[in-house]
DNA sequence: CCTACCGATCGGTAGG
DNA sequence: CCTACCGATCGGTAGG
């Protein structure tokens, strides 16, 4: 059977990733079933297939994007001449505006990436860690040049990476705080901590 | 059916959690299945029963315990009359000391939530943003006493709770960082920050 | 603690 | 995009 990819096609596997996105974030991948995803679509299950090759398909699409976007957002603040603060800064931020504008897909990359099948699950943790370990890399010029203070570098990327990631549970409580707010004091505990 | 609770049997069934607890952290909650559970076990699945209720009632179990151990903590904290930053300091490493010592069941607790049955999800998800509040009111102290800069409370909650969480990440990689580097570190980052 | 088994649901295919 | 359907696997029960 050759298969055409018609912008049509396109299209529609798109909003079908997108659905799934919501779905896996709700119930998670595991407990999510074609059939509900099928429903949010307003077709039957089988009619999915002719968007998508699998379930583990869309999984592996949802956590090889955003596996992507941060890496090159990371190549682009890699390449700026600015202070070790200002690109710490400027991945925080990044990150911040990633859990805003695809919430569900950064949510699920985050939870669900155990799910890949081999050899993505191992393509995915690799770029992670390397992802880590660029990170690591920028702090500990940091700490070289004198602008960090003498900190352990994997820890302290550690408690970046997963303050962030915390942003999750802002997400549904947006009323209380904005998002400016939420931006610039992450940021500033972070880096300057929150003694007086 | 009389439900005679023997000493040996509570002694299994609590086996069958820890076990569960295990399973349910590699595979996820849904993807675990009971005959797998009882494969660890050396024994076959409907034998199970004879321990347990259900496969929900394994997941209540675990994330109970786990709500209640933080409470009771923060209780202890709470009536202390220490300072904002000794409070918070406690807290941190509480967090620590939990993902240390019952890691497998801290993360089922923090990420298989989601699959609990009402009314025990409500529960949970109150007793939860009950535990955050009454960590914002320990910051809102702090700020009004000006042992901390004017920050808002929920950001910083989000963070501290949002960084310690992401221990879990440092569990696999131990190797690289010792306890005490680690918890140090991590709470003079959430503390004081990292510019020199 | 086991064997035997049930109804439900799953991801996915055949064929149109 | 549908109907009809398959083999696999699920949580759990009956009965001993």
């Known amino acids: 059977m050759a298969k055409i990819q018609s912008g049509k096609n396109a299209t529609k596997k798109e909003v079908v990733i997108e659905k799934a ?3 896996f974030k709700v119930k998670g991948y595991s407990a999510a079933s ?3 995803l099928a429903d949010t679509l307003g077709i039957e299950a ?3 297939y002719n968007y998508i090759g699998s379930k583990s398909e869309l999984l592996q699409s949802i956590c090889i994007k955003m596996a992507n976007e941060f890496t090159a957002n990371l190549n682009i603040v890699d ?3 600015e202070s070790t603060v200002a690109k710490i800064e400027a991945v925080i931020r990044f990150h911040i505006q990633m859990m805003i504008n695809n919430f569900n897909e950064v949510f699920v990359a985050n939870h669900e990436w155990k799910h890949l099948k081999e050899p993505l699950l191992s393509d995915f943790l690799n770029q992670r860690r390397n992802y880590e370990k660029r990170l690591m890399l ?3 010029i940091g ?3 004198k602008e960090l203070k003498n900190i352990n570098s994997y820890v302290t990327v550690l408690t970046i990476l997963s303050a962030v990631r ?3 549970f802002w997400y549904g409580h ?3 705080v904005t998002q400016q707010v939420l931006e610039n004091d992450m940021v500033n505990h972070l880096l300057n901590g929150i003694i007086n």
């Open 21 to 23: 996105a919501l779905l």
């Open 34 to 36: 074609m059939r509900e």
């Open 46 to 48: 089988p009619s999915l």
């Open 79 to 81: 390449n700026t001449a």
């Open 138 to 140: 920028i702090v500990e």
């Open 143 to 145: 700490v070289e040049k």
């Open 166 to 168: 915390g942003l999750e």
């Open 174 to 176: 947006k009323k209380n």
